[in-house]
């Protein structure tokens, strides 16, 4: 019965456990590891009970949208989902929802797997024409990382800045931290939630341990309550039943698994999600980027000499030892880093298709394929880094005023 609870459990909070005990994968909001294949996205989709995006619904999106779906769609990097057709349902009945993700701020500078949720949050804003709040957990990384409480303040309006650098619309858009925004509806929200989840729940959910302190157990309602709108008052205080749609990756799932749980027993809606996948880093996905290892990741303060530096030394290859084996063999593209950063940054499909088939079969060699990785990350990272420049003190101000959007649903 003992093995049975622990299996369960872990299935529950995303482990992989092998029979004889060892973990092969585990996948929660504060750890990523995969075993020796990589994620395996199949089964995480079963353990945690979402649904698989399938073509249907990505055709349905562009065809509600009148426009093409993002690449991120097209290519099956956001490849899961809760509920998404309820929100198009309504979507296509002429009624409106909102958007949430957020951003734990532990970092100065982003990587590019950091702007994924945003760069798609953005398409999502702008295809939808949808109000969009984001939390800045600036409590969550004082209490897991070694940060003071000014520090990690400090963090979320430097990573605010770069969130701005994304493009939102400021009349569509609020943007907080949970130190400067916490209380009043919010805050009774949270107790509503904390209220319904008992400690074993939330043990066997994120799998704390005894020795965590209390500020880890008590925080999950903090990232819970931006999906009920009633903890919005000065943007949602007529409509406390609006539909909530979260993009984010798939770590961030036991979030709102407990939250779409709780939500009807406190009278609100459930969540939507739309789930991605991991962005590996520069050595593969059998290892994680890490502000520790600069060379782990592309970071959007990166210079092009950085840029071509990281991916040639550090991009993992699935191509041959030598040139003639490499003509004979080709490229394994299963396991070649630069072939799935291109799947997520390199926008025209025909081109894609055209580099991984020649790459494949040996006619492109590492270095060509590293080549054209690294104009399409300094294209992007440039890009992002002069939107960056512009963003102003007065704009950060602009997008955190607690205030009315006046643009909301237009």
């Given at each position: 019965?003992?093995?049975?609870?622990?299996?369960?459990?872990?299935?529950?909070?995303?482990?992989?456990?092998?029979?004889?005990?060892?973990?092969?994968?585990?996948?929660?909001?504060?750890?990523?590891?995969?075993?020796?294949?990589?994620?395996?996205?199949?089964?995480?989709?079963?353990?945690?009970?979402?649904?698989?995006?399938?073509?249907?619904?990505?055709?349905?999106?562009?065809?509600?949208?009148?426009?093409?779906?993002?690449?991120?769609?097209?290519?099956?990097?956001?490849?899961?989902?809760?509920?998404?057709?309820?929100?198009?349902?309504?979507?296509?009945?002429?009624?409106?929802?909102?958007?949430?993700?957020?951003?734990?701020?532990?970092?100065?500078?982003?990587?590019?797997?950091?702007?994924?949720?945003?760069?798609?949050?953005?398409?999502?804003?702008?295809?939808?024409?949808?109000?969009?709040?984001?939390?800045?957990?600036?409590?969550?990384?004082?209490?897991?990382?070694?940060?003071?409480?000014?520090?990690?303040?400090?963090?979320?309006?430097?990573?605010?800045?770069?969130?701005?650098?994304?493009?939102?619309?400021?009349?569509?858009?609020?943007?907080?931290?949970?130190?400067?925004?916490?209380?009043?509806?919010?805050?009774?929200?949270?107790?509503?939630?904390?209220?319904?989840?008992?400690?074993?729940?939330?043990?066997?959910?994120?799998?704390?341990?005894?020795?965590?302190?209390?500020?880890?157990?008590?925080?999950?309602?903090?990232?819970?309550?931006?999906?009920?709108?009633?903890?919005?008052?000065?943007?949602?205080?007529?409509?406390?039943?609006?539909?909530?749609?979260?993009?984010?990756?798939?770590?961030?799932?036991?979030?709102?698994?407990?939250?779409?749980?709780?939500?009807?027993?406190?009278?609100?809606?459930?969540?939507?999600?739309?789930?991605?996948?991991?962005?590996?880093?520069?050595?593969?996905?059998?290892?994680?980027?890490?502000?520790?290892?600069?060379?782990?990741?592309?970071?959007?303060?990166?210079?092009?000499?950085?840029?071509?530096?990281?991916?040639?030394?550090?991009?993992?290859?699935?191509?041959?030892?030598?040139?003639?084996?490499?003509?004979?063999?080709?490229?394994?593209?299963?396991?070649?880093?630069?072939?799935?950063?291109?799947?997520?940054?390199?926008?025209?499909?025909?081109?894609?298709?055209?580099?991984?088939?020649?790459?494949?079969?040996?006619?492109?060699?590492?270095?060509?394929?590293?080549?054209?990785?690294?104009?399409?990350?300094?294209?992007?990272?440039?890009?992002?880094?002069?939107?960056?420049?512009?963003?102003?003190?007065?704009?950060?101000d602009a997008f955190m005023a607690v205030r009315p959007l006046p643009n909301m649903f237009g």
């Open positions: 019965m003992a093995a049975a609870a622990a299996a369960s459990a872990s299935a529950e909070r995303g482990v992989d456990v092998k029979k004889d005990g060892e973990e092969e994968q585990v996948v929660n909001p504060w750890e990523v590891s995969a075993g020796k294949g990589g994620i395996d996205y199949d089964k995480l989709v079963d353990q945690f009970g979402c649904q698989r995006l399938d073509a249907a619904l990505v055709d349905r999106v562009a065809r509600l949208t009148g426009r093409p779906p993002h690449r991120f769609l097209r290519r099956g990097i956001f490849f899961a989902h809760r509920d998404l057709n309820e929100i198009l349902n309504l979507y296509e009945r002429g009624e409106k929802f909102y958007l949430y993700t957020g951003r734990g701020p532990s970092s100065e500078a982003l990587h590019l797997g950091h702007l994924i949720p945003f760069m798609f949050t953005k398409y999502l804003q702008d295809a939808f024409k949808v109000p969009l709040v984001i939390q800045l957990t600036d409590d969550e990384k004082f209490l897991w990382k070694n940060l003071t409480v000014e520090e990690s303040k400090r963090l979320a309006r430097e990573n605010a800045k770069d969130i701005i650098a994304c493009g939102f619309d400021v009349e569509r858009t609020f943007i907080f931290s949970d130190f400067s925004f916490v209380g009043g509806a919010f805050y009774e929200n949270m107790v509503k939630v904390a209220r319904c989840v008992t400690y074993n729940k939330v043990v066997g959910i994120f799998g704390f341990s005894p020795e965590d302190h209390i500020g880890k157990v008590s925080f999950p309602p903090v990232q819970a309550v931006p999906s009920f709108p009633s903890s919005f008052p000065h943007l949602f205080a007529v409509n406390d039943q609006l539909r909530c749609l979260i993009p984010c990756a798939i770590d961030q799932d036991p979030y709102f698994r407990m939250t779409r749980d709780v939500a009807p027993r406190i009278g609100y809606q459930k969540p939507s999600l739309i789930e991605s996948r991991f962005f590996p880093a520069l050595q593969g996905e059998n290892t994680k980027m890490s502000a520790s290892d600069p060379n782990s990741a592309i970071y959007v303060t990166d210079t092009r000499k950085e840029i071509t530096t990281k991916v040639n030394r550090y991009a993992f290859s699935g191509g041959q030892d030598s040139v003639e084996l490499h003509r004979k063999l080709g490229a394994n593209l299963n396991v070649d880093v630069p072939i799935k950063y291109l799947n997520f940054f390199l926008e025209d499909d025909d081109v894609l298709e055209h580099i991984k088939k020649e790459y494949k079969e040996g006619r492109m060699l590492t270095g060509e394929v590293k080549q054209r990785l690294i104009e399409v990350l300094y294209e992007l990272v440039a890009r992002h880094q002069r939107a960056r420049a512009q963003v102003t003190e007065e704009m950060v």
